[in-house]
């Protein structure tokens, strides 16, 4: 079992940047690949990005490339999301995610054990 808690959201301007943490307690986060997701309100809840066990591979969403970047410190049990050039449409709850098993990166939320309760992040036009 493993708890996950974000931290780092908040109002921000367009154009502005954000750094999202992701902290774990109980087993150690190096176990298992880590994933950020988010839901706008009236919406699915939609892929942002992942980072495999070890940290060298990682996804991000195809729209987000270039401005969103996942990372890992698994001496501290964290998982980052740097997020540049926010633009109101990136307004949502951002949800941090552990994967077990092989420990692979995964797009699927499906795909994912645990989850946190997620962390607000509101982009202002």
């Known amino acids: 079992q493993v708890q996950l808690v974000e931290s780092g959201g908040g109002l921000v301007q367009a154009g502005g940047s954000l750094r999202l943490s992701c902290a774990a307690s109980?087993?150690?986060?190096?176990?298992?690949?880590m994933g950020w997701f988010r839901q706008a309100p009236g919406k699915e809840r939609e892929f942002v990005s992942t980072?495999?066990?070890?940290?060298?591979?990682?996804y991000v969403a195809e729209p987000l490339k270039g401005r969103f970047t996942i990372s890992r410190d698994n001496a501290k049990n964290t998982v980052y999301l740097q997020m540049n050039s926010l633009k109101p449409e990136d307004t949502a709850v951002y949800y941090c995610?552990?994967?077990?098993?092989?420990?692979?990166?995964?797009?699927?939320?499906?795909?994912?054990?645990?989850w946190g309760q997620g962390t607000q992040v509101t982009v202002s036009s």
């Open positions: 980072i495999s066990r070890s940290g060298g591979i990682t």
């Open positions: 109980g087993r150690t986060q190096s176990s298992y690949a």
């Open positions: 995610a552990a994967r077990g098993g092989s420990g692979a990166a995964a797009r699927a939320y499906e795909q994912y054990d645990y």
